[in-house]
């Protein structure tokens, strides 16, 4: 099991930036494929980004894609998002995921086992 805190949300006008943070304890981090969800009101949950293990591949939402990089740094138990050019339509809660002893990347809900609690962030126009 992976333990996990999100961190880095905020309110930021359109066409700002954000970073989110994704903070893992356990011992299984390096083996875990890893992404990055959103939901936002009314809406169900959705895939941002993803990540595998190693880091050496990654998936990104038709939505987000160009404008977010997703990264991760296994000696710091780290994941992050950095996006870019920020539309009021990435308002949503963002939750990152793990799915631990796997590699791979994975884009539905369903696969993953671990989540955080979420942090908000809030795009205004």
């Known amino acids: 099991q992976v333990q996990l805190v999100e961190s880095g949300g905020g309110l930021v006008q359109a066409g700002g930036s954000l970073r989110l943070s994704c903070a893992a304890s356990?011992?299984?981090?390096?083996?875990?494929?890893m992404g990055w969800f959103r939901q936002a009101p009314g809406k169900e949950r959705e895939i941002v980004a993803a990540?595998?293990?190693?880091?050496?591949?990654?998936y990104y939402a038709d939505s987000v894609r160009g404008r977010v990089t997703i990264s991760r740094d296994n000696a710091k138990n780290s994941m992050y998002l950095q996006m870019n050019s920020l539309k009021p339509e990435d308002t949503a809660v963002y939750y990152c995921?793990?799915?631990?002893?796997?590699?791979?990347?994975?884009?539905?809900?369903?696969?993953?086992?671990?989540w955080g609690q979420g942090t908000q962030v809030t795009v205004s126009s």
């Open positions: 356990g011992r299984t981090f390096s083996n875990a494929a």
């Open positions: 995921a793990a799915k631990a002893g796997v590699g791979g990347i994975y884009s539905r809900t369903i696969s993953y086992n671990d």
């Open positions: 990540i595998s293990s190693s880091g050496g591949s990654t």
